[in-house]
């Protein structure tokens, strides 16, 4: 009983220490990969000027040529951004934490200089209105180029996305009248069919009412889509799902 514990403890000991050796390899290798991370981190703040970045702000570097008021007079291009996902930037003059802050759209100049420009191909027009992968791929391309241009490009999309989205309110919003205008003239002819108008006859020169009547040029007709009167002899025909005073 006492040799199996003894080699218990051996085998137990044995993988501690080969788990120790694994632990410091992976230290030093860490280690080895944190190295020249540090030199890259000292490269971009000797590049910055030694100065403190603003939090979530980066350095500018010319990427947007946006000119903010300075506070010795004057206007200066921004030194510091952070980009929104609205096409717009917040530009800061300097890195002192009481320097204003400027909200910058992104636009860009139309160039005809060169010469001709051509008109959009469709393929590209297609990147622009696609969703998905297409869109991510195009975006992600231009975010590569230019943060002016990748502004442009994600504003048309967000437009378009709007101007879609207008058009199907839109559309539901023509079938829900023309879907009104099928009842309310199946109401109506019912009603006709009733004789409504001579039950109620004595309604008609009531004074107390006259004043309270719908004036008979306001009067709306509606008409299904199916039935429009007037076509034929007795008047010109009128469109599908006219409405007439």
Do not use: K
């Given at each position: 009983m006492a040799y199996g514990l003894?080699?218990?403890?051996?085998?137990?000991?044995?993988?501690?220490?080969?788990?120790?050796t694994a632990a410091r390899t992976r230290i030093n290798h860490l280690a080895g990969a944190l190295e020249p991370r540090d030199e890259e981190i000292r490269h971009l703040r000797a590049r910055a000027g030694h100065v403190n970045m603003p939090h979530d702000f980066e350095l500018n570097n010319g990427r947007v040529d946006a000119q903010i008021p300075s506070q010795q007079g004057g206007n200066?291009?921004?030194k510091w951004i952070k980009?929104?996902?609205?096409g717009e930037v917040i530009a800061r003059a300097g890195e002192d934490p009481d320097k204003p802050e400027?909200?910058?759209?992104?636009?860009?100049?139309?160039?005809?200089?060169?010469?001709?420009?051509?008109?959009?191909?469709?393929?590209c027009e297609e990147l622009l209105q696609s969703n998905g992968a297409a869109f991510f791929a195009l975006a992600m391309a231009v975010r590569a180029m230019d943060l002016t241009t990748s502004a442009e490009v994600k504003r048309y999309h967000r437009h378009h996305e709007r101007r879609a989205q207008l058009e199907a309110d839109r559309r539901a919003i023509i079938a829900e009248i023309e879907r009104e205008d099928e009842e309310l003239t199946s109401i109506r002819h019912r009603l006709e069919g009733w004789r409504l108008y001579e039950r109620v006859g004595h309604l008609q020169y009531r004074r107390d009412l006259i004043?309270?009547?719908?004036?008979?040029?306001?009067?709306?007709?509606?008409?299904?889509?199916?039935?429009?009167?007037?076509?034929g002899p007795g008047g010109p025909a009128r469109g599908r799902g006219d409405v007439t005073a």
């Open positions: 003894a080699a218990t403890v051996e085998r137990r000991t044995t993988i501690a220490a080969q788990q120790l200066v291009l921004a980009v929104l996902g609205s400027y909200m910058v759209p992104l636009h860009l100049a139309t160039d005809y200089s060169p010469g001709d420009v051509n008109t959009m191909p469709y393929w004043r309270e009547r719908t004036p008979f040029h306001a009067l709306r007709r509606y008409y299904p889509r199916q039935a429009c009167p007037g076509a």
